[in-house]
C-alpha cells in the first residue's frame, strides 16, 4: 500500500496507460481522480475498480478544465501528491511539408501545452505535501524520428525538456518531476482515430505488437501493466533521489537495429570479420 493516503490525478485514465495505472495505484491505496474527455469509459472504470476512484470530465486542451480538475481534487482531499499527465492521442498525421498551421497547434495543445498547464495547476496544491512528484508520459518517439507522426514527435521532445525545466523550477517546493518513454504499448491509440470496424481495430493492434517484438530484445508487445509499475515506481519514496529524469521503458526498441542484439542477425561488424577470415584462408591456401 504505497499509496496509502494519497490523492492521484491522472489524465486519459479512461483507456489504456492510464486506466491500468489507476487501477494501480487505488489498489494501493491511493484517492484517484480519474479524468479524461470520455465519460462513458470514465464511468465504466470507476464501476470496474475496487478502491476509491472518482471520475472527472476533462479535456485538457483546456487548461481552465484542467484548473477546475486540479481544484476540486484538493478541495475533496486537502491537496495533491501525485499528477501523471497521460492523456493523448497520435495528433495531426501530415508531415511536415504538408501540416497546416491549426493541426500543428492541436497536436501541441493536446500533448505539450496539457502538460504544462497539468503542472501548472497542480502545484498549488502540491507545495509542502511529502513526496509530492509529477509523473509526464514523453514517447520512445522523443529520441528520434520513425516511431510516429512529426507533430507527436516534437510535442514529446517537448515533454522532454519540460520535464526537466520543472524539475528544476519546482525543487524549492520539494515536488519531484519526472518523464517516462513507453516504446511500442498494447493499447488503442494506434487504432482511435481509424475509419475500420472494431473487429479489423483489433487486428491492425496485433499487428502492431508483432512488428514491435520483431524489432526489440524483449521479444513480446508491450502491456499498459508494464508502464503502470514505472509510474507507480517514479511516484513513490522508492525514487525519492531522481527529478529530471526519464525512464525508457521500451523492450529495448531504441537499443539500435536487430543485428545489434540478435546473433542470428549479421551487422557490418559480422561482415567484416567475415571478410577478415576469407582473406586469412585463402593466404593460408596460397
Ligand atoms: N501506446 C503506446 O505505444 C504509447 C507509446 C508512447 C507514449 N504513449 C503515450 O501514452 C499516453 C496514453 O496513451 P495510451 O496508449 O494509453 O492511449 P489510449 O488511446 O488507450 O488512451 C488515451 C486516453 O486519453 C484520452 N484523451 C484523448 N484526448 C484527450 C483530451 N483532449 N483530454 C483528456 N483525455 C483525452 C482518451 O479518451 C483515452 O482515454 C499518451 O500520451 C500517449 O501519447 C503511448
Same mark, same amino acid.
Given at each position: 500500500?504505497?499509496?496509502?493516503?494519497?490523492?492521484?490525478?491522472?489524465?486519459?485514465?479512461?483507456?489504456?496507460i492510464?486506466?491500468?495505472?489507476?487501477?494501480?495505484?487505488a489498489?494501493?491505496?491511493?484517492?484517484?481522480?480519474?479524468?479524461?474527455?470520455?465519460?462513458?469509459?470514465?464511468?465504466?472504470?470507476?464501476a470496474?475498480?475496487?478502491?476509491?476512484?472518482r471520475?472527472?470530465?476533462?479535456?485538457?486542451?483546456?487548461?481552465?478544465?484542467?484548473?477546475?480538475?486540479?481544484d476540486?481534487?484538493?478541495?475533496?482531499?486537502?491537496?495533491?501528491?501525485?499528477?501523471?499527465?497521460?492523456?493523448?492521442?497520435?495528433?495531426?498525421?501530415?508531415?511536415?511539408? /504538408?501540416?497546416?498551421? /491549426?493541426?500543428?497547434?492541436?497536436?501541441?495543445?493536446?500533448?505539450?501545452?496539457?502538460?504544462?498547464?497539468?503542472?501548472? @495547476?497542480?502545484?498549488?496544491?502540491?507545495? +509542502?505535501?511529502?513526496?509530492?512528484?509529477?509523473?509526464?508520459?514523453?514517447?520512445?518517439?522523443?529520441? +528520434?524520428?520513425?516511431?510516429?507522426p512529426?507533430? @507527436?514527435a516534437?510535442?514529446?521532445?517537448?515533454?522532454?525538456?519540460?520535464?526537466?525545466?520543472?524539475?528544476?523550477?519546482?525543487?524549492?517546493?520539494?515536488?519531484?518531476?519526472n518523464?517516462?518513454?513507453?516504446?511500442?504499448?498494447?493499447?488503442?491509440?494506434?487504432?482511435?482515430?481509424?475509419?475500420?470496424?472494431?473487429?479489423?481495430?483489433?487486428?491492425?493492434?496485433?499487428?502492431?505488437?508483432?512488428?514491435?517484438?520483431?524489432?526489440?530484445?524483449?521479444?513480446?508487445?508491450?502491456?499498459?501493466?508494464?508502464?503502470?509499475?514505472?509510474?507507480?515506481?517514479?511516484?513513490?519514496?522508492?525514487?525519492?533521489?531522481?527529478?529530471?529524469?526519464?525512464?525508457?521503458?521500451?523492450?529495448?526498441?531504441?537499443?539500435?537495429?536487430?543485428?545489434?542484439?540478435?546473433?542470428?542477425?549479421?551487422?557490418?561488424?559480422?561482415?567484416?570479420?567475415?571478410?577478415?577470415?576469407?582473406?586469412?584462408?585463402?593466404?593460408q591456401?596460397?
Amino acid at each position: 500500500m504505497r499509496f496509502s493516503g494519497k490523492t492521484v490525478i491522472v489524465t486519459g485514465a479512461a483507456s489504456g496507460i492510464g486506466a491500468e495505472t489507476t487501477r494501480l495505484f487505488a489498489s494501493e491505496g491511493a484517492t484517484v481522480f480519474a479524468s479524461d474527455i470520455d465519460r462513458p469509459g470514465g464511468e465504466k472504470l470507476v464501476a470496474e475498480t475496487d478502491g476509491d476512484v472518482r471520475f472527472v470530465e476533462c479535456d485538457v486542451c483546456d487548461p481552465q478544465a484542467i484548473k477546475v480538475l486540479m481544484d476540486r481534487a484538493a478541495e475533496e482531499t486537502g491537496g495533491i501528491d501525485t499528477v501523471f499527465n497521460n492523456a493523448g492521442a497520435g495528433g495531426a498525421r501530415e508531415d511536415i511539408s /504538408e501540416i497546416e498551421p /491549426e493541426a500543428w497547434d492541436r497536436t501541441m495543445d493536446l500533448l505539450l501545452r496539457s502538460v504544462a498547464m497539468g503542472t501548472r @495547476y497542480a502545484v498549488p496544491h502540491m507545495k +509542502g505535501r511529502k513526496g509530492a512528484s509529477i509523473v509526464n508520459v514523453s514517447s520512445v518517439a522523443a529520441v +528520434g524520428p520513425g516511431y510516429s507522426p512529426t507533430a @507527436y514527435a516534437v510535442a514529446k521532445a517537448g515533454v522532454l525538456h519540460l520535464t526537466k525545466c520543472a524539475a528544476t523550477d519546482l525543487a524549492q517546493h520539494g515536488i519531484r518531476v519526472n518523464a517516462i518513454q513507453p516504446g511500442f504499448i498494447n493499447t488503442n491509440i494506434f487504432t482511435a482515430t481509424l475509419e475500420i470496424p472494431e473487429e479489423v481495430k483489433d487486428q491492425a493492434k496485433a499487428m502492431i505488437a508483432q512488428m514491435s517484438s520483431n524489432a526489440q530484445p524483449v521479444a513480446r508487445g508491450g502491456q499498459p501493466a508494464d508502464i503502470a509499475n514505472a509510474v507507480a515506481f517514479l511516484a513513490s519514496d522508492a525514487a525519492g533521489f531522481m527529478t529530471g529524469a526519464s525512464l525508457v521503458v521500451d523492450g529495448g526498441i531504441t537499443l539500435g537495429p536487430r543485428h545489434s542484439w540478435d546473433p542470428e542477425e549479421g551487422g557490418a561488424f559480422e561482415a567484416l570479420m567475415a571478410l577478415e577470415e576469407q582473406v586469412k584462408a585463402a593466404q593460408q591456401n596460397a
